[in-house]
């Protein structure tokens, strides 16, 4: 198993998973002008890119929590999140390490996110990317799925890469929820 670690998140994949961290200026260095998700990985012969976002981080000053939630709100998340893949997929296409699908995921750590409010980021956000290009000139989607969760969801579907928070494990609290 291999740990990746995001600020009090801790997601344990699959040796095969070859998870990386990719906002990184050691290896993503063209930081100074395009923008990164958090952390590249394969699965079942498909690259996912993972973006994460935790409001509700034990360490976030209340300024970011409220900046975070405004953005929410409004387009401004979605604007964010859609640069972030738009340039990460350029720079890893460029590298020549784009394999099989790309999938695109946002975990948003917000106990108080339902289906509802989820499935309303996800479609904003598919409606920021193109997930079907023009008729005839693109012989490969540009992203192949594009979905928001928060923890609950992100433990249904990704069985077997299981998360926890950190801060919740080292104070001996039941991590029920991240």
């Known amino acids: 198993m291999k740990l990746f670690r995001e600020g009090d998140l801790e997601f344990e994949f699959p040796d095969q998973a070859a998870p990386r961290r990719f906002d990184d200026p050691k290896t993503h260095r063209l930081a100074h002008c395009m923008k990164a998700i958090d952390c590249i990985f394969e699965w079942r012969g498909d690259t996912y890119f993972l973006e994460i976002k935790d409001p509700e981080n034990p360490k976030s000053q209340t300024k970011a929590k409220d900046r975070f939630l405004r953005d929410f709100q409004s387009d401004v998340l979605n604007n964010k999140l859609t640069i972030k893949y738009r340039d990460s997929f350029i720079y890893e296409y ?81 991590p029920n929820q991240a």
């Open 94 to 174: 460029a590298s020549g390490r784009v394999k099989g699908r790309v999938h695109y995921v946002v975990v948003i750590c917000m106990k108080n996110l339902d289906s509802h409010l989820l499935s309303n980021r996800s479609d904003g956000l598919r409606k920021s990317l193109p997930l079907e290009g023009p008729n005839g000139p693109w012989q490969r989607p540009f992203v192949s799925s594009c979905t928001v969760l928060n923890i609950d969801a992100w433990k249904r579907l990704f069985t077997q890469i299981p998360v926890r928070r950190v801060s919740e494990v080292v104070s001996g609290s039941t």
